[in-house]
Nanobody, 125 residues
């Protein structure tokens, strides 16, 4: 089992940058594929991006490609979401999520097992 805690959210002007961190407690962080999701006011939660266990492969939704980047440091049990060129439509609560894999090293877009509490990101115009 793993517990996830996001940090780094806040208020930023359009065009600015933020980096979210997601710290994992528990054992075997390197066995977890990790993802980032967001929920904007009045909207459903949506997939933002994901990274595989080894950090060698990532995937993003089209609207954030080229602006957002996911990385991980397995030695620090942490996954990051670097957000650049932020737009007002990126305003949302951002969640990290983890899915355990014993062997497979793949990127996943859904059916995560563990979730963080969320971090608010607000982009002003």
């Amino acid at each position: 089992q793993v517990q996830l805690v996001e940090s780094g959210g806040g208020l930023v002007q359009a065009g600015g940058s933020l980096r979210l961190s997601c710290a994992a407690s528990g054992r075997s962080f390197s066995n977890y594929a990790m993802g980032w999701f967001r929920r904007a006011p009045g909207k459903e939660r949506e997939f933002v991006g994901a990274i595989n266990r080894s950090g060698t492969s990532t995937m993003y939704r089209d609207s954030v490609k080229g602006r957002f980047s996911i990385s991980r440091d397995n030695a620090k049990n942490t996954v990051y979401l670097q957000m650049n060129s932020l737009k007002p439509e990126d305003t949302a609560v951002y969640y990290c999520a983890g899915k355990f894999f014993q062997v497979l090293d793949t990127v996943v877009t859904g059916r995560y097992d563990y979730w963080g509490q969320g971090a608010q990101v607000t982009v002003s115009s």
